[in-house]
């Protein structure tokens, strides 16, 4: 390898430390924050920025907000295809064991985002649609999602912004030892915390192309009563989802 390759591969590790710097900042860093994070000099920051902010791969609102780009955005939108396509039969499986509820979602900030759904055939149902938002912190799907980032992270990101929407709503105070079991489990539950009679079970789905998280959603009693079988639904549908992004 020569020296000019060399320093073409470096570039490209700086540029791609760059960016995971900013994968949980949706609110942007400074530039002074982004060289202390991966320990790089602020000059050297400064101009990888700005050829990134060229090809709208970051987005530069002054000193103190750079954040990824609409670029990195459309390209993430596109990855989505992939993974659609290849959960679709898998979702509609799991609606069909369970009789409930299946979504697929990805976290937005303060939210997450229902990618797809294939909505239950019973009378009483809930029924998201695709393309909607709920709130990251009264969501199980969320709290899986959040389960993915630090404390810190997590209390940067939600500290001041937490609405109380039913009374089962967490507090940050509450939210993190809970965060704390689900990292472990890679499962959580939520009973009326974001809607009151809706209940809903996640895990996640770790993939090439960002972490994802599938849930279990319906009226609160049903998803309660059946706890420890649609858990184990939601968890062999991931298991199988898993091997054929693997191949294994």
Do not use: W
């Amino acid at each position: 390898m020569t020296e000019q390759e060399k320093g073409g591969i470096q570039v490209i590790s700086r540029a791609a430390a760059i960016l995971r710097s900013l994968q949980d900042e949706p609110d942007g860093l400074s530039l002074g924050a982004i060289a202390k994070r991966i320990d790089l000099p602020r000059s050297t920051v400064q101009r990888l920025v700005d050829a990134l902010a060229l090809e709208q791969l970051l987005d530069v609102q002054g000193a103190a907000g750079v954040r990824l780009g609409p670029a990195l955005m459309r390209l993430a939108s596109h990855s989505h295809v992939d993974i659609l396509s290849l959960t679709r039969p898998h979702l509609e499986a799991l609606a069909q064991d369970s009789g409930e509820t299946v979504v697929l979602v990805q976290a937005a900030g303060l939210e997450i985002l229902i990618l797809q759904s294939v909505v239950s055939r019973q009378t009483l149902r809930v029924a998201p649609g695709d393309g909607s938002y709920l709130s990251i912190y009264a969501t199980s799907a969320g709290k899986v999602l959040l389960s993915r980032m630090s404390d810190a992270a997590v209390t940067t990101l939600l500290e001041g912004k937490m609405q109380r929407l039913t009374a089962n709503t967490r507090t940050l105070e509450q939210l993190l030892p809970e965060l704390a079991g689900i990292r472990s489990e890679n499962f959580s539950c939520d009973m009326e915390e974001h809607l009151p009679g809706v209940g809903a079970m996640s895990v996640g789905l770790d993939t090439a192309q960002g972490t994802y998280a599938l849930s279990i959603v319906g009226p609160a009693g049903r998803i309660d009563g059946g706890r420890v079988r649609l858990r184990a639904l939601l968890e062999g549908c991931v298991r199988k989802i898993g091997g054929g992004i693997t191949g294994n």
